[in-house]
């Protein structure tokens, strides 16, 4: 069985979360635990909490084998950029953009 979970609208851009979800595909979800706590990137906070999530989606369902689960599908999708101003000199602005991400996770316990 596969098992889905996703955070919309991470506050990261989608490069950046993306080197961390490379770490973590196809892993063991113990592994990728460990993985993720030793990374010193700021993405990992949010891979984390998705892994996290899926897991306790999977332990809600009576037929899955928690012993078994790996992270079968790992990607990262880009979100809307929120886009603000802010003054420069000499009555100029500049836009600062927000960048967000949809970071989207799916396990699999070999069923």
Known sequence: MQ????????????????????????????????ILRST???????????????MANADQSLEADMDNLKVAEAWVDEGPTQRKWKPRPRGRAVTIRSHTCHINLVLDDGQ
Do not use: C
């Not at 010193?40 to 899926?54: I, M, N, T």
């Open 3 to 34: 098992f889905v979970a996703r955070h919309r609208r991470a506050p990261i851009s989608a490069r950046k979360a993306r080197l961390v979800v490379d770490l973590i595909r196809g892993k063991h979800v113990n592994d990728a635990l460990q």
């Open 40 to 54: 010193s990137k700021r993405a990992s906070y949010f891979v984390d909490r998705v892994l996290r999530s899926a």
